[in-house]
């Protein structure tokens, strides 16, 4: 079943947008390191005032659980969250979730 894992972060006070958006950039590129894993990566910044102080937030698709599970220790993946997720944002809020048969359109 395919799965969706949500990421929400609040970027510190000292990270600029710029610099925010290289590590969304950083991100991004996990598909590209990981293409057996990652199947798309849908990033972005926060424009809503709901969001309880969250400014960046990414989803990312994996075929399985399995995979996700594999994403969670690939060295690219770690690499990312200590050098560069860590350093420059607060408070990640992270949501995974098995993507319903019934969602439309269906992911495969």
């Known amino acids: 079943m ?3 894992h949500i990421i929400l972060v609040k970027a510190k006070p000292e990270t600029t947008e ?3 958006q290289e590590v969304l950039k ?4 996990l598909k590209d390191s990981l293409p057996n894993l990652v199947e798309s990566v849908h990033l972005g910044v926060n424009f809503s005032p ?3 102080g969250y400014t960046h937030g990414f989803t990312m698709i994996f075929k399985d659980r399995a995979a996700l599970d594999q994403y969670g ?3 690219e993946h770690v690499k ?3 050098e560069r997720i860590r ?3 607060d408070d990640t809020l992270a949501f995974d979730y098995d993507v319903a048969e ?3 359109p269906r992911l495969h």
Not at 26 to 29: E, K, M, Q, W
Request: charged residues 15%.
């Open 2 to 4: 395919v799965v969706a």
């Open 18 to 20: 710029e610099l925010a």
């Open 26 to 29: 950083d991100i991004a590129g």
């Open 50 to 52: 709901r969001s309880r």
């Open 73 to 75: 220790t690939a060295p």
């Open 80 to 82: 990312i969250v200590n």
């Open 87 to 89: 350093p420059h944002f």
């Open 102 to 104: 019934y969602s439309n």
